[in-house]
């Protein structure tokens, strides 16, 4: 699965190079205040560069969320662990006391 996904994000980002290399007009960028004449080469290489990165931390960001949760519930099996070995532990000692038999008298 994972050459799969890699072939097909090697695929897209060559289509997107050849999208932006065969547009690559003079054009003019607005943004707020900012006024910006550039190729539109750059203008689509940089609009799919920042699509990856949000698109890239909020992957991060949801398997750093599962690996806390899982973090947490592997402290929470290890606490239950111990409750329950220390739960049987006097059940141990009360069943070794009754299955001990008491000592005999020497005879006389």
């Given at each position: 699965?994972?050459?799969?996904?890699?072939?097909?994000?090697?695929?897209?980002?060559f289509l997107i190079?050849?999208?932006?290399?065969?547009?690559?007009?003079i054009v003019n960028?607005?943004?707020?205040?900012?006024?910006?004449?550039?190729?539109?080469?750059?203008?689509?290489?940089?609009?799919?560069?920042?699509?990856?990165?949000?698109?890239?931390?909020?992957?991060?960001?949801?398997?750093?969320?599962?690996?806390?949760?899982?973090?947490?519930?592997?402290?929470h099996i290890k606490?239950?662990?111990?409750?329950?070995?220390?739960?049987?532990?006097?059940?141990?000692?009360?069943?070794?006391?009754?299955?001990?038999?008491?000592?005999?008298?020497?005879?006389?």
């Open positions: 699965m994972l050459y799969v996904t890699l072939l097909f994000t090697l695929v897209f980002a190079a050849a999208f932006a290399l065969q547009n690559s007009m960028v607005n943004f707020m205040v900012w006024n910006l004449q550039t190729s539109l080469v750059l203008v689509i290489l940089g609009a799919a560069t920042l699509g990856f990165l949000m698109a890239l931390s909020l992957q991060l960001y949801g398997q750093m969320k599962l690996r806390y949760q899982l973090y947490k519930a592997g402290a606490k239950l662990e111990e409750q329950l070995a220390q739960a049987k532990q006097p059940e141990a000692t009360q069943d070794a006391a009754i299955s001990t038999p008491p000592p005999s008298n020497p005879p006389v």
